[in-house]
């Protein structure tokens, strides 16, 4: 977990301070003193999000210091903190000096090795004030917009989330194809426990030919799994295995002799999650983590930690009704006698919510299990394809970066193929991000007589410069004449629809490329899979400036409806789709507040996906212009950049 200080309250200095400890940013006194020094203050108690946002910061200017505990430093300084160039001093708060001092010896960035947190933090001040009279601030900082002055910060994953959860079941599915035999993670596992378990001994708590009763304890950290996290399920994957075969068992056997019992779940939420609540019987709800109830609904309000704060206000209690003849539901056992543990990424419908008022008053939320995935035909469709295509790879490892791609998670996916030779994906990634000569870079190393390499090169040239269209569309056309393959030649039509819209302004042209696109891939693909979605995007914007507003309208919500049935709300694609609805709305003053209500949401949605450059990205630039213009009351064109279309 991590926590961050407001920026605005702090110099601006450009530099960071990340201060991972088990018990970090506890003092708000100390707080304060770190917010006189720092532009930002990032407290973590978990690693792994820790080393997230410290790996994903830019490498020049170093401007990053980290305060870290011994048993953090040990694990981490060495090998991960030490030898990255945005890291630029290091201070190690521990009790045994003397221990820690031996390997931080060795790692020349670390400043300081105390138990005296008041000397420690002597030491961090003198070297900021060094740094700020080798580099003296401007007498005045330009104020940037508001948005602008957001920073990603790692925000705790969500436990709840709605009925899209194909991409979190295309990957367990993947990982638990291997068998448990498959020794394949392991050393993942145990890396993985060293660093999260302060006692290593709980590393001989599991063992996978014991049964769950006998190794499950509540705070062994491989059970706080979380469905939509798709790098720690690849982290755990030996353990995932292992423990899904037990769990499978074990249910099966409970299932015999209860098949129809009620559980009850405690927990608090916080006034949005109970709110989405309300606003949702009859509704399916995900739980991404682990569930453990009770047989007994006091059992489960005496489990609820006392932890009520301005957040999380409301003690609930999920009483959820279990049906064994509902096929393909999550496994689940029984731990202790009357608990029962539900495996991660169960789904459910909400039935009813009620207020029972007593003397410790709750929230009781009536639940029936569900299928863990969406039994809608369409759903089904598309789970297979994208099984399909993934399984052609015959790498688990090249899977899951794909995952991450259609999940719209970027960053993370590009770190996740670095150091492989998947340039097609690599090409795909740094065109997203608009860095094309990275691009071109990955493209080189692929054939010259690939169609999918070739569509790449077409969209780098038709991003870098207009003298380059030209060589885009050759490109393009080519495709078209040579290629068998009907995907590829589709998406080659929607990029010719592209340059006739906006480059040659040929409208009726534009709109025969679009549709013969759009027409392809409903032919060939799931009807409700994201390109479909994405191909009615150019005909929304053909017929907006044909000034035909009602059917521009009508394929931005065609494209819309596809991607709530399939794609996270957060996801990508719907900042496209939420722009081009803007569009139409912007033209009648009655709904111009709604256009820039969709336009908001559409700049969040880049800005979260393109954490790193969304102040040059033309996605987000192009999003600020239109806003900019609606305000002022001038009219707006069709999107001009490629990105908005493929």
């Not at 990053?64 to 991960?80: C, D, E, W």
């Not at 790692?154 to 009925?163: A, C, N, V």
């Not at 993942?188 to 996978?208: G, M, R, S």
């Not at 099984?387 to 259609?406: A, E, P």
Request: overall charge negative; proline content about 3%.
């Amino acid at each position: 977990m991590a926590t961050s200080t407001e920026k605005k309250q702090s110099p601006k200095n450009g530099l960071a301070l990340v201060w991972l400890d088990d018990n970090s940013g506890q003092d708000p006194e100390i707080k304060t003193i770190f917010l006189s020094l720092f532009e930002q203050v990032f407290f973590f108690t978990d690693p792994t999000a820790c080393l997230e946002l410290i790996e994903s910061a830019e490498p020049e200017p170093p401007c990053i210091s980290i305060l870290i505990s011994g048993k953090y430093g040990h694990m981490l300084v060495p090998t991960r903190l030490q030898p990255l160039n945005q890291v630029k001093d290091i201070y190690v708060y521990c009790m045994d000096i003397v221990r820690h001092n031996q390997w931080a010896q060795q790692c020349d960035k670390v400043q300081c090795v105390d138990s005296d947190f008041p000397k420690i933090l002597k030491h961090i001040q003198n070297d900021i004030l060094k740094l700020t009279k080798q580099n003296p601030q401007p007498m005045e900082v330009q104020n940037e917009q508001e948005q602008e002055q957001q920073e990603y910060i790692p925000k705790p994953l969500e436990r709840f989330k709605d009925d899209n959860n194909i991409y979190d079941q295309l990957a367990l599915n993947l990982l638990l194809q291997n068998s448990d035999d498959n020794n394949d993670g392991v050393e993942d596992f145990e890396n993985y426990c060293l660093i999260h378990e302060e006692e290593n001994d709980k590393l001989k708590n599991f063992k996978p030919d014991l049964s769950i009763k006998e190794w499950y304890k509540r705070d062994l950290s491989t059970i706080h799994l979380n469905s939509t996290d798709i790098i720690q399920l690849w982290t755990l994957r030996w353990f995932i295995r292992s423990f899904y075969r037990q769990i499978t068992d074990e249910c099966n056997r409970f299932i015999k002799d209860t098949p129809k019992f009620t559980a009850n779940y405690g927990t608090w939420l916080t006034t949005d999650e109970l709110d989405g609540m309300k606003h949702r019987i009859g509704d399916i709800i995900i739980f991404t983590e682990f569930l453990i109830t009770h047989a007994h609904r006091d059992a489960a309000l005496n489990s609820i930690v006392d932890k009520k704060d301005e957040k999380t206000k409301y003690k609930v209690i999920f009483e959820i009704n279990v049906d064994a003849e509902t096929s393909h539901i999550v496994p689940y056992c029984e731990i202790e006698t009357d608990q029962v543990l539900f495996w991660f990424g169960s789904r459910y419908r909400i039935m009813k919510i009620e207020f029972i008022e007593q003397e410790d008053p709750y929230w009781l939320i009536g639940m029936n299990i569900c299928s863990t995935l969406n039994k809608n035909q369409s759903i089904q469709n598309l789970y297979e394809y994208y099984l399909n295509d993934l399984n052609k790879l015959n790498s688990i490892h090249h899977g899951f970066g794909r995952i991450l791609m259609y999940k719209s998670l970027y960053y993370q996916a590009e770190k996740w193929f670095e150091n492989t030779n998947h340039y097609e994906e690599l090409a795909e990634l740094a065109i997203r991000q608009n860095h094309c000569e990275q691009a071109n870079q990955y493209l080189e190393k692929l054939p010259e007589d690939s169609h999918d390499a070739n569509l790449l090169r077409a969209y780098v040239n038709i991003l870098t410069s207009n003298d380059n269209i030209t060589k885009g569309r050759t490109i393009l056309m080519k495709i078209i004449s040579d290629a068998t393959d009907k995907i590829v030649r589709a998406r080659a039509n929607i990029a010719l629809g592209f340059i006739s819209l906006t480059v040659t302004q040929q409208i009726d042209q534009a709109l025969e490329h679009f549709t013969l696109g759009n027409d392809t891939l409903c032919k060939n693909l799931p009807d409700i899979h994201p390109d479909i979605a994405k191909s009615f995007i150019g005909i929304g914007y053909t017929y907006f400036v044909k000034h035909d507003i009602n059917q521009a309208e009508k394929s931005f919500q065609t494209a819309f409806d596809i991607q709530k049935q399939c794609l996270p709300y957060k996801h990508y694609d719907f900042a496209r789709t939420r722009n081009g609805l803007g569009h139409c709305l912007a033209i009648q003053k009655q709904t111009m507040k709604q256009a820039l209500l969709e336009f908001g949401h559409a700049v969040n949605i880049l800005i979260r996906t393109f954490r790193k450059e969304y102040k040059k990205h033309p996605e987000v630039l192009l999003t600020r212009i239109d806003i900019e213009r609606v305000q002022k009351g001038k009219e707006l064109g069709a999107r001009n950049t490629i990105l908005d279309y493929i």
